[in-house]
């Protein structure tokens, strides 16, 4: 099974950039589908980017098409998320999750995640 680990949250301010990392140990991530995830209080967990065992293959929520960007550097075995034109309403948790499942599946339903980091609080301030 694959450890996830978070990194590269923090408060930036709006129309700010933020990269996060998901650093992955146990097994290489080329043999999962990868997500992003988020989780503001008060609401439910939702996805917002995804990439597939072909990189070649991605998916983004509507809320962040053209402002997030999902990547994979499998030499070091870890996925990213470059944010950029931060607004408040991007403040949550950020969560990385590996999916033994589809692509198609990963875009889809929470549930096809089997492992799952801590989370890295991303504050935007207006």
């Known amino acids: 099974q694959v450890q996830l680990v978070e990194s590269g949250g923090g408060l930036v301010q709006a129309g700010g950039s933020l990269r996060l990392s998901c650093a992955a140990s146990?097994?290489?991530?080329?043999?999962?589908?990868m997500g992003w995830f988020r989780q503001a209080p008060g609401k439910e967990r939702e996805i917002v980017a995804a990439?597939?065992?072909?990189?070649?293959?991605?998916f983004y929520a509507d809320s962040v098409k053209g402002r997030f960007t999902i990547s994979r550097d499998s030499a070091k075995n870890t996925v990213y998320l470059q944010m950029n034109s931060l607004k408040p309403g991007d403040t949550a948790i950020y969560y990385c999750?590996?999916?033994?499942?589809?692509?198609?599946?990963?875009?889809?339903?929470?549930?096809?995640?089997?492992?799952w980091g801590q989370g890295t609080q991303v504050t935007v301030s207006s």
């Open positions: 999750a590996a999916s033994t499942g589809t692509f198609r599946d990963a875009t889809a339903n929470m549930g096809a995640y089997n492992f």
């Open positions: 146990g097994r290489a991530v080329v043999y999962y589908a």
């Open positions: 990439i597939g065992r072909s990189v070649s293959n991605t």
